[in-house]
């Protein structure tokens, strides 16, 4: 009898937890489906007022002159580029780190180079930016100098342009590849390694050509959160890229979607706030298919 109510209960208790996990997750749902439907119930009314041609495909933005026009072309392609630039030096780099503190580094180093890393996530994003415009952007202006001396055309930033802002990502997203990164190599087997290595394969051949594919569904997770972090930064970003509106190119002063909302929405009204709404919105759908694309990865993978 008394195993009997011991088995009723656990049975109620599971089914009690079930609910509550069904629960939660719907909840999720129905908060990433309302956001998703505020944002383009906000965003489309400014599209029909403008004109989506003039809006996605002109590149001038001045939506405080006469005759203003509201083009994001440049806003646009300065995100993808911005994010992919910092995709490609931080990935490269915190992988390789994850693999120094999984496979080669001695317990002791490992042990005082981990807590660094995890002090690098705990900084806030404004923090980063404030050392960047302190320590890099002097850097970057002594580097354009150099650079465009004697040059008419080139219009000085101060450093704070396109490739302080890309650094200053590079930089933000370290800490998270790193550590889902480093969690996946150590998630491999060592039946894997030890069979390699049986196989007359060197250590670093195992590592490269055996434990990293073996972790690669957890390393192409890693860059996805690295890649939402880069896309929806805005603070570090707003101090380092210098806010004008221009081509992505690595010595112009920058705007990104994220700090054309940080720097306007605070005194825009009318029309210009119906096309920030827009901006969010373009930048919502962004991530969205960022995200859409790297999770096709991760199944194929």
């Known amino acids: 009898m008394e195993r009997f109510l011991q088995r009723s209960r656990a049975r109620r208790i599971e089914a009690a937890a079930e609910c509550v996990f069904t629960a939660c997750a719907f909840l999720a ?16 009314p400014a599209i029909y007022q403008v004109g ?9 933005w001045k939506p405080a002159a006469r005759d203003p026009s509201f083009g994001i072309l440049y806003v646009i392609l300065t995100s ?32 005082a180079v981990r807590p660094a890393v995890e002090l690098l996530a705990g900084i806030p994003s404004v923090v980063y930016g404030l050392l960047g415009m302190m320590i890099l952007n002097p850097v970057i202006y002594r580097l354009e100098q150099r650079i465009f001396a004697g040059s008419k055309t080139h219009q000085f930033t101060g450093g704070a342009n396109l490739l302080s802002a890309v650094l200053v990502l590079a930089v933000m997203i370290l800490p998270t590849v790193i550590s889902i990164s480093e969690s996946a190599l150590r998630s491999v087997p060592s039946q894997l390694r030890e069979c390699s290595l049986a196989l007359g394969a060197s250590r670093i051949q195992t590592i490269f050509q055996v434990v990293i594919p073996a972790a690669r569904p957890g390393i192409v997770t890693a860059v996805v959160l690295g ?9 570090a970003v707003s101090l380092v890229s210098g806010g004008s509106v221009n081509f992505p190119l690595p010595f112009c002063s920058v705007r990104f979607l994220t700090t054309a909302l940080v720097s306007e929405m605070a005194y825009a009204n009318g029309l210009h706030r119906q096309v920030l709404f827009t901006v969010g919105m373009v930048l919502f759908l962004f991530i969205m298919a960022v995200n859409l694309v790297l999770h096709a990865i991760l199944r194929k993978t």
């Open 80 to 111: 993808i580029t911005g994010t992919l630039l910092a995709v490609l030096i931080g990935v490269p780099v915190a992988l390789l780190t994850a693999v120094f503190l999984a496979e080669t580094a001695p317990a002791r180093l490992a042990e």
């Open 52 to 60: 989506i041609k003039e809006m996605l495909f002109s590149d001038t």
């Open 29 to 44: 749902l129905l908060a990433v489906g309302m956001i998703t439907l505020y944002m383009i119930a906000n965003g489309i």
């Open 227 to 235: 890649v939402g972090r880069a896309v929806g930064e805005a603070m």
